[in-house]
């Protein structure tokens, strides 16, 4: 069956996220669906060759899932990341008077930037397909093993075969994103919030390289009235203080959803003080890579700390 999604439109980060959400959630449903089909070939007709014909289905699906979630990822990082940057680098610019041009130093730090945010999406699909093989394993081998013993049909076999779906279902659950920890998270959910997170981190890297760019070392924080620095409950508040442009690189948002955003403060930190000599004419740009974009959700912390790479001008 056709997937109904048309391609990706770069636009606002809201609607995209969204977007992205329904369309990886569509994809985990359906590989679950799969799933369900063989289970109800278990419970139902449990038969060895039909149940390895719908096995051999659902092999198909994982591959399909696959090929899903690699396409909306790529689509995300090669159309929505770059649209952000160039939103945020060209706000800075516009503040500080100046053009935004995509130069070689730019597009290096984008690409970074989005090749950090596919692995993420990668290793989480990755993970899916190889609880979505263990589970092909599984169900395989018990087809084989057990499944010609309840061709009989009787009521005994009937319950025996339901048993045994049951008990692959409660062994092989593919509905949920699974954390490190354990925590089992709605695929919507997680791939919403990490989505935005990284939107958020792309259009900050652009105000702050363009920043750095442009020789000016400090950048005024907007965020929420609570929002702390290095988490939400961080006491140090975020909004309306001055902070050097690394500092805020290596904190480019606190949390899931966060709003933060910088403008340039040319006129902070002229001549003394930490950062004035952040930018040299001729240095490297830095591009923060979101390292802290498989958020904990739903009450988790999360800590957004930010691996950097520099580029040579």
Known sequence: MPYPWPPLTPGDPDEVAHRVALVLDDAWQRLADQQQAVLARFADHPRLPHVLAT??????????????????????????????????????????????????????????????????????????????????????????????????????????????????????QLRHVVYRDGARVPVRVWAEAATLAKSAVAYNAGTLNKARQAGVAYVEVFDGADCGWLTHTDPDKANGTVRTVGEAAEAPISHPRCRRAFGPRPDAGVGDGPGADAYRPGSNLVSPVAHGARCAILGREWAPRVRFRTFSA
């Open 55 to 172: 096995l051999k289905e659902f092999q198909q699906a994982i591959r399909v899932f696959r090929d899903r979630v690699d396409d909306e990822a790529r689509a995300f990082v090669q159309r929505q990341l770059p649209h952000l940057y160039e939103q945020g680098a060209r706000h800075a610019a516009a503040a500080l008077g100046t053009a935004f041009t995509w130069t070689q130093i730019h597009a290096d730090a984008l690409q970074a930037l989005a090749a950090d945010s596919y692995a993420d999406f990668l290793r989480r699909s990755e993970e899916a397909e190889r609880m979505a093989a263990q589970f092909y394993r599984a169900a395989r081998a018990v087809a084989r093993r057990e499944v010609p013993l309840l061709a009989a049909g009787n009521r005994t076999a009937r319950q025996a075969a339901r048993q045994l779906a049951d008990r692959l279902a409660a062994e092989h």
